[in-house]
């Protein structure tokens, strides 16, 4: 058997597999079925433009529901040894986990919202841009409302621009994995989208270690 008849076999096992343990598929919505044969590798059949403003409209709000839900780390409080193991593994570990939750959700669920990759990169930075904003308003007017000037501009610049570069990192995970497997017209596996999460995660914590170092040194003063 030579090695592409190897994988087809292994995939369509694969796919066997896991289709009795109820595991949901891309290729079980409506707006991929029948869009090609057996084991011909395909691309997403385009949306109808249409509904390509729903299917926008739609993403979008499910990534806003997710930025929502990432909003509760920023009530992760705590002090000395423990604060700082909150403020650079806990907390971005969670709001980077949270806030891509609705578009991974959809893109392995819902997936006939999806037809194209930029369509979840742009939405997990929307998610993202609306986290920051709200998180923002929190410490400004509640955690820091003596901030200055400088430290509000700090947070509308730097502090949105990690938060929309951590979760554009997800996003292209998630976008990546979408597309293969409906080109590879398998399931999708969230594992993949793994290491992209574990990236977006090192940076955000990077981002509060780095801070939280220049913060107690006095190098860095609001």
Known sequence: MTTPDRERVEEERRR???????????WEEPHFRGVAGEHEAVRPAPAPSRHRLSAMIIVALVAVAGAV??????FFRAGGTWGILLVVVAAPAYEEMAKPLGILLMA????RWVFARWQIVVAAIIGAAVF????????IYVYVPEGSAAFVQWRWTVCMALHCTASAITGIGLAREWHHAVVGRRHFETERVFP????AIALHG?????????????????
Do not use: C, M
């Not at 066997?16 to 891309?26: D, I, K, M, N, T």
């Not at 839900?69 to 920023?74: F, H, Y």
């Not at 992209?196 to 990236?199: R, T, Y």
């Open 206 to 222: 990077a981002y509060n270690g780095i801070v939280t170092i220049l913060e107690l040194t006095d190098v860095l003063k609001f």
């Open 132 to 139: 920051s904003a709200i998180e923002n308003l929190i410490y």
């Open 108 to 111: 392995e669920t819902k997936s």
């Open 196 to 199: 992209f999460w574990a990236a």
């Open 16 to 26: 066997e597999a896991q289709s009795r343990l109820g595991v949901p598929s891309v």
């Open 69 to 74: 839900l990432a909003v509760l780390g920023a």
